[in-house]
Every structure is written in C-alpha cells, then in structure tokens.
C-alpha cells in the first residue's frame, strides 16, 4: 500500500490567507500550499501592504482589520483565479486606489457577476478593457453593506469574494443568489469564516453575514482533494491502493466525494476519520454521473473513463467550460487524440470504451488538470506525452515527481 502526502489544498489556502489579511491580529497558517497560485496570492498581499512571512512549514500573516496599509498598489494575479476575484474584494473595504491585472489565460475568464454585485454595493470597479475581464481598477473607501443580487452559477467563488467580505462592511451583507454551482466549496467558506469569528448563515437563496470582523487564530490547511482525486483514480486503475493522510470523514473539501465516484464504478473505498483508501478491484464499470458539486474532478473522471466496461457519461458540468481552458473541450479533444470515441453537448461528455487507446501528446492548454488527469490515464497508455507538462506548477509543482514515485509502489 502505498501512502501519498498531498500538499495543502489550493481553495482552503487562498481563503485563509484573505481570512488572515482581513483578521485582527497574527494568524499561523500550517502546513499551506506552496505553489505558483498561492505564492501569486500571498505576493498579492505583500504589494497591497500586509505583512507575510514564510517558512517552509508555515506562513505568519500580520492581519489589518482596516484594510490594506498601502493607498496605491499595482498587483498581478498570475493564473490565479482565487487570486484574481478575492484580492480586489479584500481592497474594496480598505480606503486607496488599487489596480489588478493578471496572465492572458486568467483575463479571459470571466468576472462580471463579481463586480456588478460590488457596483451594486457602491463600491468604484472600472475595467479597464472588455466589462467583466481584468485588467480593473478599485478606487476604494469601505463597503457599507446591505442587500445584493449575484449570480454564482458560473463560479461559486464570486459568491465566495462576497461572503469573505461580508463581516468587513459597516452593516453585514445578505446575498440573494440566483443560480449556484460548486456549493461544497462555498460550504469550505462558510466553515472557515465561522473558524476565524465571523458569522455566516443561509436562509434559503440568500446568504447572511453580520459585522464584526475576524479573529486571528491558527489555521491547519487539510490536504488537497482535488489533487488527491489523480491518485485515487490510479488506484482504481491499475488495480493498485493507496491512501491519503488528512482527509477523512471530517474534511471540508466536497471534491472528496469523487471517491464515492471510483466505489459506484466497482473500487474499494474506505474512509476513515483522517484518512482515505482507494484499493482498485480490477474492475470499472460505466456509469452516468451528476459532477456539478466536484467539477474539478471531472477530468480525473474522464481520462480513465476509457478503461471502463461501458460508456461513461459526465453531466451538468457546464462551468467547466470557464476554467483555465474549456475542460469539456479539451478532455474530449485529447480523448479522441489516443483513438477514444468522445461526445459531447452544453453540459456533459460521453466517454466509450473500444479498442485500447494509443499513445499521444496531450493538448494541455496550460491547463494544471489536462496534465494531471492524462497522466493518469498514461499508467495505462504508454507514449502519452504533454505540450507544457511544467503547467503543473499552478497548484502541485512536484507533481511528476511524486506520481513516478507513487507509481513504483503499485
């Protein structure tokens, strides 16, 4: 058996340090992820004028209830979707012009929900290009608060940058959402914000944050799921097992629920209360399977879809399609690259087993996920190389390493 240490999630990591910024005091995050994401976020931070210190087991972060020290501030986001919604949202409380930019990847995706919901709360947001994309431009003086309309049903961080917000304004926020994907990563929010004092509460559509701030504390970052999803899905591949220290049964990352996935196609799941095993039984079953609450897993889903006995079918994945790439596209596009029959609509994808697939360069677009889904899919494949397998650096910069090693194991 073989026992893989994931790093930090990448979700949870972003929260905390915005939570940590925005708290009254010095918060010690454990254990966080190191990665091109979460340094952009933390560098982020540093140019708005907070102090974070880093060491290799833990980053110190002097937390300003009042907002950024710096008046003026230029930052780059990097790839950084979190980065990139959650750092304007943070400086929109504070009191100084701030300006955002970030990658050409990054400012393709969409952000507009995001910031007619800060309009409509009188905060001053001008885009600097197309309405909705970065670059953009906060001139900031406080957010009063009070009632707002969002739509999250392309991204649950936009709801997220809000909630953050919310316990910063002078009169506490209530959103009323209209549409919502990925409600476990909102759940993550939730939870976090109640870890760091504030309260938060749901009543129906609409989401309830008094005032009040937060509380410094020391925060432990779990494990990554989504990342822990490609080892899984090797597991259940290859016939082999592995478990994952720190998740368990008390995880807040929804994206755990694809191992509920793995154990309907016919693997063995065990999860304890800090721990998860996935043991492959040699057999994968087809299935048909609602993905929109663990989208990111979507890919590990589909590059081992092709060893199943049946078709494979993903539905209501559409926010998928903004991500780093469009991930239905671009799982489909490289399925049928190593001779596996793909379709695909709005929303879903349809995977079906035939002739064993050949080997093939994968199509990354840049995209973290592509690479460490094909990957696994490569443990059965040989020749299966990628375009810019560096990409990975995003979220897991050891990823090629560690999966080799774990991959000698099996």
Same mark, same amino acid.
């Given at each position: ?22 708290? %009254? ?11 091109? /994401?979460? /340094? ?9 004028? =907070? ?21 003026? $501030?230029?930052?780059?986001? @990097? ?11 943070? $400086? ?5 012009? =701030? ?14 929900? !995001? ?9 001053d947001v001008r885009h600097e290009g197309p ?40 009169k506490g926020l209530r959103i009323t959402v ?12 939730? $939870? ?51 478990? &994952?220290?720190? !998740? ?29 095993? &996935?043991?492959?039984?040699?057999? !994968? ?27 494979? @079918?993903?539905?209501? &994945? ?7 790439? %469009?991930? !239905? ?11 596996? @029959? ?17 080997g093939a360069e994968i199509k990354t677009y ?21 375009? %810019?397998?560096?990409?990975? @650096? ?17």
């Amino acid at each position: 058996m073989a026992a893989v240490d994931i790093p930090g999630s990448k979700s949870i990591t972003a929260r905390a340090l915005f939570l940590a910024a925005a708290a %009254d005091g010095v918060t010690t995050l454990v254990r966080p992820l190191r990665s091109d /994401d979460t /340094d952009g976020f933390a560098e982020g931070l540093t140019r708005l004028g =907070y102090r974070v210190g880093r060491t290799p087991d833990a980053w110190h972060v002097d937390g300003r209830p009042q907002g950024p020290a710096a008046r003026e $501030a230029d930052v780059y986001c @990097r790839d950084g979707a979190t980065t990139a919604r959650f750092l304007p949202t943070l $400086a929109a409380a504070g009191h100084g012009t =701030y300006r955002f930019d970030a990658s050409a990847q990054m400012r393709r995706r969409p952000l507009l929900p !995001l910031t007619r919901a800060l309009r409509d709360l009188g905060v001053d947001v001008r885009h600097e290009g197309p309405e909705g994309h970065h670059p953009l431009t906060i001139a900031a003086a406080g957010v009063d608060g009070g009632e707002v309309v969002l739509d999250a049903g392309q991204s649950s961080q936009y709801l997220t940058a809000l909630l953050l917000l919310g316990p910063l304004t002078r009169k506490g926020l209530r959103i009323t959402v209209t549409d919502l994907v990925s409600v476990p990563y909102v759940e993550i929010t939730m $939870a976090m914000m109640r870890a760091f004092g504030a309260e938060v509460r749901r009543e129906g559509d609409a989401f309830v944050v008094p005032p009040g701030g937060y509380r410094a504390t020391t925060y432990a970052v779990e494990p990554d799921a989504s990342t822990a999803s490609y080892f899984f899905a090797a597991a259940a591949l290859t016939g082999g097992e592995v478990t &994952v220290p720190g !998740l368990g049964s008390g995880a807040l990352q929804g994206d755990l629920g694809f191992v509920d996935v793995l154990r309907r196609m016919g693997a063995r799941v065990d999860v304890g209360s800090d721990r998860t095993t &996935v043991t492959g039984t040699g057999e !994968l079953r087809g299935l048909t399977v609602n993905m929109r609450d663990i989208s990111d897993t979507m890919p590990t889903l589909a590059a081992i879809a092709p060893f199943a006995s049946g078709p494979v @079918r993903i539905e209501d &994945v559409a926010n998928t399609r903004v991500k780093e790439c %469009d991930r !239905l596209d671009a799982c489909a596009e490289n399925l049928r690259r190593l001779g596996v @029959r793909v379709e695909t609509g709005p929303d879903w994808i349809e995977i079906h087993p035939g002739a064993a697939p050949v080997g093939a360069e994968i199509k990354t677009y840049g995209d973290h996920r592509v690479v460490m889904s094909f990957a696994v899919t490569g443990l059965r494949v040989p020749g299966i190389s990628f375009d %810019d397998p560096g990409c990975v @650096r995003k979220t897991f910069p050891e990823f090629h390493e560690k999966f080799a090693e774990f991959h000698s194991y099996q």
